[in-house]
């Protein structure tokens, strides 16, 4: 792969859907292009057409036109080429943690002895010590949030799709969270898209942004977040953050947004 090759490139992709009433257009022609090892955020109102993007990069739809590209190569209706976390964790209720997490690998025919021992460590290191043989139902929301997540990254896949993951937590839950994720992120290295309505979540967590607009959705800017890591919650307070949490509300304000995306520097 070259270095210049995106680890993930979403190419012209358009979506349009079959209705009783007739075609609807859920996407115009969307191109993004992710490198190896950044995080992303996808942001943008409700029905903009986030979560079919995600479900098109998935290989879970079909695009009218366009391609999934990664490393350079077609990956468009393939199944199993990222990782993929919802809000909702779909934790197996009769399986322990451990048994939980290692999921993605037994799929991938990985031995039940070596992906055991392969993820215990992890648990231990991520904060689910002491859980690893309980089942989901012992857990709280963000315990089993960490489950997910780590069931997701063990899939051992370098694109890692992540929709709202944190949307249902509550909000002390949910900072404890974005720590725990900027920590897990920066010891894998994945390549990241990240899917969340709130905007200082995205802006913190991320190096860039792709700001969405709708009717059909797309892309009206890409704002790079040029903030220094490790990033420490007083950053929410600097006028570069802040500048860029205006500019992010007043995109998603604008009713009509421009036709042609928008390239900004932070």
């Known amino acids: 792969m070259s270095s210049a090759t995106p680890k993930l490139r979403v190419d012209s992709v358009s979506m349009t859907f079959r209705t ?16 190896q090892g950044r995080f992303a955020s996808l942001i943008g109102p409700s029905g903009c057409g986030k979560s079919t993007i995600f479900n098109i990069i998935a290989g879970l739809l079909e695009p009218t036109g366009g391609r999934v590209l990664i490393d350079g190569v077609d990956a468009t209706g393939t199944i199993g080429r990222v990782g993929y976390m919802l ?25 039940l002895r070596a992906a055991r021992e392969r993820a215990l460590p992890l648990l231990r290191r991520y904060g689910l010590s002491g859980f690893e043989y309980l089942y989901p139902s012992s857990l709280s929301g963000g315990m089993r949030q960490r489950a997910a997540l780590l069931r997701t990254l063990l899939f051992d896949t370098d694109v890692i799709l992540l929709d709202e993951p944190f949307g249902a937590l509550d909000a002390q839950t949910k900072l404890q969270m974005q720590e725990w994720l900027m920590a897990l992120w920066s010891d894998f290295g994945k ?6 309505h709130d905007v200082e979540e995205a802006i913190y967590l991320s190096d860039e942004l792709h700001v969405m607009g709708t009717r059909p959705g797309r892309i009206i800017a890409h704002i790079p977040v040029n903030l220094p890591r490790p990033r420490v919650r007083g950053s929410a307070l600097t006028p570069e953050f802040l500048a860029i949490k205006e500019r992010c509300l007043e995109l998603l304000d604008v009713n009509l947004a421009p036709s042609a995306p928008l390239n900004e520097a932070a």
């Open 20 to 35: 009783p009433a007739g075609p609807f257009a859920a996407l115009a022609p969307i191109t993004l292009s992710i490198p």
């Open 87 to 111: 809000q909702k964790d779909l934790l197996l209720p009769w399986r322990t943690v451990l048994d939980n997490v290692i999921l993605g690998m037994e799929i991938q025919a990985v031995p």
């Open 191 to 196: 390549t990241v898209l990240f899917v969340t």
